[in-house]
């Protein structure tokens, strides 16, 4: 008698191994060996381990045998064969699971006739942005020789491609469902959501519309893994494109697009967009509040750093009841802002906190009135008292060796003192050529030092929540600087609207199983990957059979796995 699986591959792509319990039975009249099953132990994942590892002992405790793991006897030569990574690959497909981010694809697949494993090559691609971020081609070879992806043996740039252009295709069902489906399974509350853009360049001369190539070429200068589309399926996507705007990433000599993304207050992200790098701020708020409408989501505050601080965006987010709480730039000069700003009144400390302070500053009366919160945190105006000291010494010092140069060397030293980003706001150009310290602008700095001033649509939030809300803003940088260090989502290789759109949403999800996991275990993605890549898939080579098993977990895994509700992988993979 021994163990055996058996492997049915399914119409979607997809495998599906069963674990029987056989033996074989020599038929005399046909003079050969017959393989009959004992018992169907069911597929493998549902295998109860424990219970065969009981059985096991048994068998050793009658037959009286050392061997502890019942595979191996000692007679028998062992061959390492090979060794894959499984933890980070096998805990991202539990919660994959469990988020039940597999059956929102189904449903979408489900009667569209596709040959290719659609939904696996969709998790592998997610998976790799989270555990080895690298090109799609370098994803192929990821999948098929060092990783273990669950259900799936290999995969090809060219599925993943086509994975992708589905992804897209179904942009908006996709991302709802998933949405849906993670709320109702995690409880998400989404009574404040952090909204924010950033913005990805590209390494080219010219924005779309000039000549920008022909094909994806990978990090190693390969084109074997093209990104090819008809001019038909391009059609489609015109409304994205490559194109100079305000960079975040202090690049405006390169065409970029503008990533949104928006997360609950937990950093859990829920949606994100893809727009052209020219787009407007009023543009760009008008879609978000239009798409958050269409998942019930218009009765929200909306928080938002200063960037959005503008007449048009208050006026869209206040639109079906929504309400809006923003950061407001104090050096604009604005009426409101200055009226605010000059408003007397008794600080208030912000919870626990001796470091932070804050007041109320209402402006304008009825239709016209508008409430903000000003914050002060002592610490901070003491940094802001440093910097400016140490900005005026050199300035003094610039100042002085204004006098030693002549001619043209001057006006540009000048010109570069009065334009500096943080010097010039101190000084002030004479008429004569010279520059001299504004005493005036120096006492306005002053006033602000440790201020930041937020802006409020709601009446009925108390100024602590308004400042904690406002500071929780801090999420959702974290989640742009985790895809763009973590998840690497530069460079990107793409060219095309659809595949660039397609991209951002692959390090979207994987950037949502990153936030549950981090949130669950109470600890960072980076230590997770470092401890769940010990986990590996071994494949041992004998005389008369070939068996994938598992390392031994440690007590880490699973504490990991039981604090995300997760399964171990089974101890014995397969027998062959």
Same mark, same amino acid.
């Given at each position: 008698?021994?163990i ?7 119409k ?9 319990l ?15 099953v ?46 894959k ?57 990821w ?18 491609y ?5 992804l ?15 709320a109702?399974?995690?409880?998400l ?53 490559r194109?100079?705007?305000?960079? #975040?990433?202090?690049?405006? @000599? /390169? ?6 993304? $928006?997360?609950?207050? +937990?950093? *859990? ?20 509040k ?22 048009d965006?208050?006026?869209?987010l ?10 407001e ?25 001796d470091?932070l302070?804050?007041?109320e ?17 002592? #610490?901070?105006?003491?940094? @802001? /008292? ?6 005026? $010494?050199?300035?003094? +010092?610039? *100042? ?23 010097q ?15 005493k005036a ?18 009446d009925?939030l ?45 390090c ?69």
């Amino acid at each position: 008698m021994y163990i055996r699986t058996t492997t049915r591959k399914n119409k979607d792509g997809t495998i599906t191994q069963y674990v029987q319990l056989a033996h074989n039975e020599w038929l005399k009249e046909s003079k050969r060996s017959d393989t009959k099953v004992l018992y169907n132990f069911g597929r493998r994942e549902e295998v109860d381990i424990e219970a065969l590892e009981r059985l096991v002992k048994s068998i050793q405790k009658f037959i009286g045998s050392n061997n502890q793991n019942g595979i191996v006897t000692n007679n028998e030569s062992i061959i390492i064969e090979s060794t894959k990574t499984l933890g980070g690959a096998w805990f991202l497909d539990q919660l994959w699971r469990r988020l039940e981010l597999d059956s929102c694809l189904k449903r979408l697949l489900s009667g569209r006739g596709y040959e290719i494993p659609i939904e696996r090559a969709i998790f592998a691609m997610v998976a790799n942005r989270a555990l080895d971020p690298a090109s799609k081609l370098s994803c192929e070879h990821w999948v098929n020789q060092e990783a273990v992806i669950p259900s799936i043996e290999e995969v090809s740039v060219h599925q993943l491609y086509r994975s992708m252009d589905f992804l897209v295709d179904h942009d908006e069902e996709i991302q709802r469902d998933i949405y849906f489906s993670v709320a109702n399974i995690i409880n998400l509350e989404v009574d404040l959501i952090y909204f924010d853009t950033t913005s990805t360049y590209f390494d080219i001369d010219e924005p779309d519309g000039g000549d920008a190539g022909d094909e994806e070429t990978s990090a190693a200068g390969t084109s074997a893994g093209a990104d090819v589309s008809g001019p038909e399926e391009e059609a489609a996507y015109e409304t994205i494109a490559r194109k100079y705007g305000h960079s #975040k990433d202090h690049r405006a @000599d /390169l065409p970029q697009v503008v990533i949104g993304m $928006a997360v609950t207050k +937990e950093g *859990i992200p829920i949606r994100c967009w893809v727009f052209s790098g020219n787009t407007s701020d009023v543009s760009i708020v008008g879609q978000v509040k239009k798409d958050l409408q269409g998942w019930r989501l218009n009765r929200i505050i909306s928080v938002m750093d200063c960037g959005f601080a503008s007449e048009d965006n208050f006026i869209k987010l206040q639109s079906g009841g929504g309400h809006f709480i923003i950061g407001e730039k104090m050096r604009t000069g604005k009426p409101d802002v200055e009226a605010a700003l000059s408003k007397k009144g008794r600080y208030t400390a912000i919870g626990d906190n001796d470091n932070l302070f804050a007041k109320e500053a209402i402006v304008g009366v009825g239709e016209r009135r508008k409430r903000y919160v000003i914050v002060y945190n002592p #610490k901070e105006a003491q940094k @802001d /008292l440093l910097t400016r000291e140490r900005h005026l $010494a050199a300035i003094e +010092e610039k *100042i002085k060796s204004f006098g030693e140069l002549e001619g043209k060397a001057h006006t540009k030293a000048v010109c570069a003192l009065v334009s500096h980003r943080a010097q010039g706001r101190y000084v002030r150009a004479l008429k004569s050529g010279g520059v001299v310290i504004d005493k005036a602008a120096i006492a306005a700095e002053k006033r602000l030092d440790g201020k930041y001033l937020i802006h409020t649509s709601d009446d009925t939030l108390s100024i602590e929540d308004i400042v904690s809300g406002y500071k929780q803003l801090k999420v959702i940088e974290r989640g742009f600087r985790s895809l763009k260090t973590e998840l690497e989502l530069r460079p990107i290789y793409h060219r095309r609207p659809q595949r660039i759109k397609a991209h951002v949403l692959l390090c979207f999800l994987a950037l949502l199983l990153i936030r549950v996991a981090e949130n669950e275990t109470a600890d960072t993605w980076f230590h997770l990957h470092q401890e769940l890549k010990k986990l590996s898939l071994v494949t041992l080579k004998m005389p008369e059979r070939t068996v994938r098993q598992t390392t031994e977990p440690t007590a880490r895994h699973k504490a990991i796995m039981a604090k995300c509700k997760l399964k171990l992988p089974p101890k014995i993979w397969s027998i062959d």
